[in-house]
Protein backbone atom coordinates (compact mmCIF):
# COMPACT_ATOMS: atom_id res chain seq x y z
CA UNK A 1 0.00 0.00 0.00
CA UNK A 2 2.67 2.28 0.82
CA UNK A 3 4.55 2.09 -2.44
CA UNK A 4 1.50 2.21 -4.25
CA UNK A 5 0.72 5.59 -2.51
CA UNK A 6 4.48 7.11 -3.39
CA UNK A 7 3.36 5.67 -6.90
CA UNK A 8 0.54 7.68 -6.96
CA UNK A 9 2.01 10.68 -5.81
CA UNK A 10 5.11 10.85 -8.28
CA UNK A 11 2.27 10.55 -10.98
CA UNK A 12 0.26 13.52 -9.53
CA UNK A 13 3.81 15.33 -10.14
CA UNK A 14 3.72 15.18 -13.56
CA UNK A 15 0.07 16.49 -13.96
CA UNK A 16 -0.49 19.87 -15.14
CA UNK A 17 -3.16 20.35 -12.37
CA UNK A 18 -0.44 19.54 -10.17
CA UNK A 19 2.16 21.93 -11.21
CA UNK A 20 -0.54 24.55 -11.85
CA UNK A 21 -1.53 24.43 -8.14
CA UNK A 22 2.13 24.52 -7.59
CA UNK A 23 2.47 27.72 -9.05
CA UNK A 24 -0.54 29.66 -7.81
CA UNK A 25 0.56 28.75 -4.05
CA UNK A 26 4.23 29.91 -4.95
CA UNK A 27 2.63 33.18 -6.61
CA UNK A 28 0.28 33.65 -3.12
CA UNK A 29 3.16 33.12 -1.00
CA UNK A 30 5.11 36.05 -2.71
CA UNK A 31 2.27 38.17 -2.38
CA UNK A 32 1.48 37.09 1.02
CA UNK A 33 5.38 38.15 1.90
CA UNK A 34 5.16 41.36 0.47
CA UNK A 35 2.15 42.79 2.26
CA UNK A 36 3.91 41.80 5.22
CA UNK A 37 6.66 43.72 4.18
CA UNK A 38 6.28 45.79 1.26
CA UNK A 39 9.49 47.15 0.64
CA UNK A 40 11.48 47.25 -2.62
CA UNK A 41 12.89 44.00 -2.26
CA UNK A 42 9.47 42.11 -1.76
CA UNK A 43 8.59 44.13 -4.61
CA UNK A 44 10.87 42.73 -6.89
CA UNK A 45 10.36 39.47 -5.66
CA UNK A 46 6.86 39.65 -6.15
CA UNK A 47 6.96 40.48 -9.94
CA UNK A 48 9.26 37.73 -10.52
CA UNK A 49 7.54 34.83 -9.38
CA UNK A 50 4.62 36.86 -11.51
CA UNK A 51 6.49 36.75 -14.48
CA UNK A 52 7.69 32.80 -13.22
CA UNK A 53 4.01 32.06 -13.43
CA UNK A 54 3.74 33.03 -16.93
CA UNK A 55 6.78 31.13 -17.66
CA UNK A 56 5.02 28.16 -16.20
CA UNK A 57 2.00 28.19 -17.65
CA UNK A 58 4.09 27.92 -21.03
CA UNK A 59 6.61 25.51 -19.78
CA UNK A 60 3.80 22.58 -18.21
CA UNK A 61 2.40 22.96 -21.36
CA UNK A 62 -0.80 23.97 -20.22
CA UNK A 63 -3.85 23.45 -23.02
CA UNK A 64 -5.33 26.67 -22.48
CA UNK A 65 -4.22 30.01 -23.52
CA UNK A 66 -0.51 29.45 -24.17
CA UNK A 67 -0.72 26.39 -26.67
CA UNK A 68 -3.57 28.18 -28.50
CA UNK A 69 -1.89 31.50 -28.71
CA UNK A 70 1.88 30.46 -29.39
CA UNK A 71 0.84 27.38 -31.08
CA UNK A 72 4.14 25.08 -30.28
CA UNK A 73 6.26 28.08 -29.62
CA UNK A 74 5.38 28.47 -26.05
CA UNK A 75 8.72 27.25 -24.93
CA UNK A 76 10.03 29.86 -26.01
CA UNK A 77 8.03 32.26 -24.92
CA UNK A 78 8.45 30.39 -21.31
CA UNK A 79 11.88 30.59 -21.44
CA UNK A 80 11.44 34.55 -22.07
CA UNK A 81 8.97 35.26 -19.25
CA UNK A 82 11.56 33.46 -17.03
CA UNK A 83 14.76 34.97 -18.33
CA UNK A 84 12.81 38.28 -17.21
CA UNK A 85 12.28 36.71 -13.78
CA UNK A 86 15.36 36.29 -13.91
CA UNK A 87 16.55 39.71 -14.15
CA UNK A 88 14.29 41.18 -11.95
CA UNK A 89 15.35 38.83 -9.23
CA UNK A 90 18.97 40.14 -10.07
CA UNK A 91 18.02 43.52 -9.57
CA UNK A 92 16.14 42.17 -6.38
CA UNK A 93 19.64 41.00 -4.68
CA UNK A 94 21.26 44.17 -5.89
CA UNK A 95 18.38 46.19 -3.89
CA UNK A 96 19.76 44.53 -0.72
CA UNK A 97 23.65 44.73 -1.73
CA UNK A 98 24.76 48.10 0.27
CA UNK A 99 27.40 48.01 -2.37
CA UNK A 100 25.99 49.02 -5.56
CA UNK A 101 29.85 48.22 -7.09
CA UNK A 102 28.75 46.12 -10.55
CA UNK A 103 31.41 43.56 -10.05
CA UNK A 104 31.52 41.70 -6.92
CA UNK A 105 32.74 38.23 -5.03
CA UNK A 106 29.39 36.86 -6.94
CA UNK A 107 30.25 37.77 -9.81
CA UNK A 108 33.73 36.30 -9.82
CA UNK A 109 32.44 33.08 -8.80
CA UNK A 110 29.47 32.81 -10.73
CA UNK A 111 31.50 33.40 -13.48
CA UNK A 112 33.93 31.17 -13.41
CA UNK A 113 31.26 28.09 -12.52
CA UNK A 114 29.66 29.37 -15.80
CA UNK A 115 32.61 28.89 -17.32
CA UNK A 116 33.39 25.07 -15.96
CA UNK A 117 29.53 24.66 -17.36
CA UNK A 118 30.05 25.59 -20.71
CA UNK A 119 33.37 23.55 -21.34
CA UNK A 120 31.39 20.95 -19.59
CA UNK A 121 28.88 21.16 -22.57
CA UNK A 122 30.96 20.61 -25.27
CA UNK A 123 31.34 16.86 -23.83
CA UNK A 124 27.88 16.01 -24.05
CA UNK A 125 26.51 15.05 -27.66
CA UNK A 126 23.26 16.77 -27.74
CA UNK A 127 19.75 15.82 -29.77
CA UNK A 128 19.47 18.33 -32.77
CA UNK A 129 17.96 21.62 -31.81
CA UNK A 130 18.18 24.59 -33.83
CA UNK A 131 20.24 27.46 -33.35
CA UNK A 132 17.73 29.97 -32.39
CA UNK A 133 17.44 27.22 -29.27
CA UNK A 134 20.84 27.02 -28.63
CA UNK A 135 20.95 31.01 -28.89
CA UNK A 136 18.20 31.05 -26.16
CA UNK A 137 19.32 28.44 -23.87
CA UNK A 138 22.73 30.13 -23.82
CA UNK A 139 20.93 33.90 -23.06
CA UNK A 140 19.00 32.24 -20.42
CA UNK A 141 21.75 30.14 -18.93
CA UNK A 142 24.01 33.70 -18.71
CA UNK A 143 20.48 35.49 -16.92
CA UNK A 144 20.46 32.70 -13.76
CA UNK A 145 24.17 32.81 -13.46
CA UNK A 146 23.69 36.65 -12.79
CA UNK A 147 21.13 36.16 -10.64
CA UNK A 148 23.55 33.56 -8.85
CA UNK A 149 26.26 36.16 -8.99
CA UNK A 150 24.04 38.79 -7.27
CA UNK A 151 22.80 36.62 -4.34
CA UNK A 152 26.23 35.43 -3.97
CA UNK A 153 27.81 38.88 -3.89
CA UNK A 154 24.41 40.05 -1.53
CA UNK A 155 25.28 37.31 0.87
CA UNK A 156 29.23 37.80 1.18
CA UNK A 157 28.35 42.26 1.82
CA UNK A 158 25.63 41.14 4.62
CA UNK A 159 27.78 38.97 6.31
CA UNK A 160 25.28 35.55 5.53
CA UNK A 161 22.09 37.11 5.50
CA UNK A 162 19.48 36.30 2.90
CA UNK A 163 21.87 32.56 2.45
CA UNK A 164 18.65 30.51 1.94
CA UNK A 165 17.38 33.07 -1.15
CA UNK A 166 21.41 31.95 -2.58
CA UNK A 167 20.17 28.62 -1.70
CA UNK A 168 17.09 28.96 -3.46
CA UNK A 169 19.33 30.03 -6.65
CA UNK A 170 21.42 27.34 -6.63
CA UNK A 171 18.30 25.07 -6.36
CA UNK A 172 16.88 27.13 -9.63
CA UNK A 173 19.93 26.37 -11.41
CA UNK A 174 19.92 22.74 -10.60
CA UNK A 175 16.28 22.87 -12.15
CA UNK A 176 17.19 24.46 -14.81
CA UNK A 177 19.94 21.70 -15.38
CA UNK A 178 17.40 19.25 -15.40
CA UNK A 179 14.98 20.99 -17.67
CA UNK A 180 17.94 21.93 -20.22
CA UNK A 181 18.74 17.51 -19.94
CA UNK A 182 14.90 17.39 -20.83
CA UNK A 183 15.04 19.07 -23.74
CA UNK A 184 18.45 18.48 -25.62
CA UNK A 185 19.36 15.08 -24.04
CA UNK A 186 17.06 12.89 -23.00
CA UNK A 187 13.38 13.94 -21.77
CA UNK A 188 12.04 11.20 -18.78
CA UNK A 189 9.78 10.69 -16.07
CA UNK A 190 12.53 10.97 -13.68
CA UNK A 191 14.19 14.09 -14.80
CA UNK A 192 10.70 15.71 -15.47
CA UNK A 193 9.65 14.72 -11.95
CA UNK A 194 13.25 16.49 -10.50
CA UNK A 195 12.07 19.49 -12.14
CA UNK A 196 9.24 19.96 -10.08
CA UNK A 197 11.10 19.05 -6.88
CA UNK A 198 13.94 21.76 -7.24
CA UNK A 199 11.89 24.29 -8.75
CA UNK A 200 9.70 24.83 -5.79
CA UNK A 201 12.16 24.76 -3.66
CA UNK A 202 13.98 27.07 -5.50
CA UNK A 203 11.13 29.62 -5.13
CA UNK A 204 10.49 28.97 -1.59
CA UNK A 205 13.70 29.84 -0.35
CA UNK A 206 13.99 32.59 -2.93
CA UNK A 207 10.77 34.17 -1.45
CA UNK A 208 11.18 33.12 2.08
CA UNK A 209 15.08 34.01 2.50
CA UNK A 210 15.02 38.16 1.42
Known sequence: MKGSKKSNF???MLTVDFKFTVS???MMLAFVEYTKTPDLAHSLCLWGMGFSCLGDLCLMD??????RVFKGKQFYVGAGFFA?????YRQMFRSLTPDKTIWGIGEWISTAILLVFCVLLLFVRFNRKSPFFMGLAGFYTSTI???LAAAITSVVALEGRHIW????????VVSDFFLLIREVKKDTPTVR??????????????????
Open 62 to 67: YAMVPR
Open 24 to 26: IFL
Open 165 to 172: AMIGVISF
Open 145 to 147: FMT
Open 84 to 88: IAHII
Open 193 to 210: KLIWVFYPIAQILIIMGI
Open 10 to 12: TDV
